[in-house]
């Protein structure tokens, strides 16, 4: 039973960084190697608070865990400033930079643990904190996507320059994005930190950014329901598949490319798991219909 | 008696990729309450001029100014917010988008809600929400496209398609609007129809409009004034009648004793 | 002065490697508009290739070069028809090439752990050239490796070779005449799909002979993908889409991280390329020979 409670509590924090990175890859199109490094900054910053800052718990945690998501949005505020008005390849180098270079940062800092890392951190995080903010942040999530600004993220995902001549201001759009997705890395990274008591760099490679990503993809770009489904498979599936965790990846590389190639909506379809968004993939279906029954009425009128 | 100001007013505008000048030194006045045609053969600068009127490119030299202020090189989106929108001349609709989706989006300006409205669901967010999707479906019952609201747009056919991206312009309230080749792969009888839908949106929205097209019926049936451009440069400008009668716009353009 | 010199012999022979990788990475970009972001997995392959045509096969060193870089040809140029090209005929947003890029490097990567494992290997001395297996030169005060002679020979040839092929030959121009315009050279009767079959065959081929000099120099292990991000660094550094700016690019970045890591410490060598990657950004992102980096309508 531990161990099951074990696993949710890893998928609800991955949740919320994927939460993030559907907002930032899934909804705004933009794709980052990098996330790893702003879950880091997160970890770290809320391993600092909790154990080296001498505070009563009930405000360590949510100081740590506030402190982990402001520090990674600056960070973000900062790569995105650099970066989001050029073409989209600079983006995504810098963010692979970024993972880097904090990885290496964090392995030089002896004050943090260095590469051999930093145990003995308390356990804060319960099951039902991470429950609680898994609710609470995808309602925000859901909250930001059907709005107007929401919109304008999916606008600069379809087509960058119309909605420019819409009057989108795309370069503000990105950033929000980036940040709001760094902010909710430093915030998984804070709970992951004060849940597992033990961070070192290399928990937050590339090799981390990849996975966070593939969870966006494999439950589909553009749908929240899609996100939380494909992070609870990845997951899961793992621990399940225990034996034959070499070729976890491999399966996962693979699976990628065929999704891209072949159904780029994944799992979910791009649909949303909602009363409004079942209704709306019927609705586009009858009108389908209607328009091509229409449209072969009025070639069959015009042959005869 | 002093003319009005005009809508927008281009003085001199050029525009150089390295040795070459795709816009050079041309100068004319859309007035308001105008349908402006801008015409020439293909590559002679139009698409560059609309271009440079909504920022996309900045100006090498010359000025554009609308409504007496200059707007060249401003940042796109601002250009348009401030009243200048426009159609693509291959197509560029939010094409995984219905067909409600993409007017919504554009309707974004009609709103004021911050960033944390939407988050927290103020009050404000709700009310502006409303509006938004009043004014979305409006402006598709307008353009009679209220029955295919549902539909993707990349799953409509072509002539809805065009239709679908000025409905997209028209959400930000525009004073001028360019369309970059509305009739291209149309039939007669479609152009038709958009000839009557761009004078009929003239008329109710009380704006502007400055088109490039190359159907010649379109132009010279719905223009109140046409600027002709060949290579670049500025070859003719007048009224329809002035044009078609202009020898040197009938020689290099219209060809209108050999051709049809 | 010595010191300098040495240093400057060093960085020239790690720039030598990243040149390779990064005219490579260059080249597709140039023509293609895309980063290909799984070229670190198809320089990692060249390693192995070269490392097991040496020890299985028992070819002569110069010959399990060329097999390892006809070997990384090949992976590109499926790799494009398999994964990229599909997406291109269906005109697939940016975003989907970047993630498919992502998935093909996962899955080689991890296949080569999978199947291969994740210890290092090294290249057995004594199956190298026996010219290579003597004592570094000496030449006053400064050691040069005999390797890294040979790293920067070779590539320097690479990339003459390459030079001359672009610039001289038939072929050659028909690649540049695409990388200006695709559409434009279509109508004058060049195929593009046989350039870009072309171009990521040069891209892979190049990549090869770094992923072997690599594995030469230092040891042949599965995440040396990740060296990829310096060749991006080195490539937006020169110019992004510039060849001469690549080449330019590679041989100051390993200057720069060489002189790093020789007078401040190895620690921050990785760490200096993301500041100078963030410096072009700040102060050039076109990069020192490139054209405009920003979207054009």
Known sequence: MEYIQGIAVLIGINLIAVLGLSILTGFTGLFSFGHGGFMAIGAYISAIVSSRLDLPVPIAFPLAIVAGALAAGLVSIFIGKLTLNLKGDYFCIATMGFGEAIRVILNNVNYVGGARGWANLPQYTTWWIVLGLDVILVVFTWNIINSRQGRNMVAVREEELAAQMAGVNTFRSKMVALVVSAALAGIAGALMANYIQFIRPTMFNMAKSTDLTIMVIFGGLGSISGTIVGTFLLVSLPEIFRNFAQWRLVIYGLAVIVIMVGRPQGIMGGVELTPSGIRKIFAARRAKAKLEAELKAAEQGDAA | ?260 | MDQFLQQLVNGLSIGSIYALMAVGYSLVYSIMNFSNFAHGSVIMLGAYFGFFALTRLGVPFSVAFFIAALGTAAIAVILERLAYKPLRDRRAPFLYFIITAMGASIFIDNSVIATIGPTPKTFPPDLLPAWLQGDPLEWGMLTVGRIDIAIFLTAAICLFLLMIFIDFTKLGKAIQATAYNMKASALMGINPNFVIILVFAIGGGLAGAAGVLYGMKYQVFPQMSAITLKSFIAAVFGGLGSLPGALLGSVLLALIETFVSGYLSTQYRDLFAFIILIGMLVVRPSGIMGKDAEDKA
């Open chain 2, 1 to 260: 008696m002093t003319e009005a100001l005009p809508l927008l007013e281009l003085k001199g505008l050029t525009k150089r990729f390295g040795g070459l000048a795709a816009v050079n030194n041309v100068s004319f006045k859309v007035r308001q309450g105008d349908i402006s045609g801008l015409i020439g053969p293909n590559g002679a600068g139009k698409t560059t001029i609309f271009n440079l009127i909504t920022g996309v490119y900045k100006v090498t030299e010359g000025q554009i100014e609308f409504q007496g202020k200059p707007i060249h090189n401003q940042e796109p989106f601002k250009i348009a917010s401030g009243g200048v929108t426009r159609t693509f001349q291959n197509i560029r609709l939010f094409k995984n988008l219905s067909v409600f989706d993409n007017v919504y989006t554009a309707c974004h300006l009609s709103a004021k809600y911050s960033l944390l409205h939407s988050v927290l669901r103020l009050p404000l967010y709700w009310k502006e929400e409303k509006i938004l999707k009043e004014k979305a479906r409006s402006l598709l019952a307008i353009m009679g496209l209220e029955e295919r609201q549902d539909i993707a747009a990349n799953n409509l056919p072509y002539g809805l398609q065009r239709r679908l991206e000025i409905t997209r312009a028209l959400a930000l309230d525009p004073k001028l609007l360019l369309l970059d080749e509305p009739a291209a792969g149309m039939n007669p009888d479609e152009t038709e129809q958009l000839m009557r839908i761009i004078a009929e949106v003239r008329k109710m929205f009380n704006l502007s409009v400055l088109v490039i097209e190359h159907h010649m019926d379109l132009i010279m049936g719905i223009c109140d004034h046409i600027h002709v451009l060949n290579f670049g440069c500025t070859l003719a400008d007048g009224t329809a009648d002035e044009i078609a009668n202009d020898p040197k716009v009938v020689e290099a353009y219209l060809g209108a004793e050999e051709e049809k």
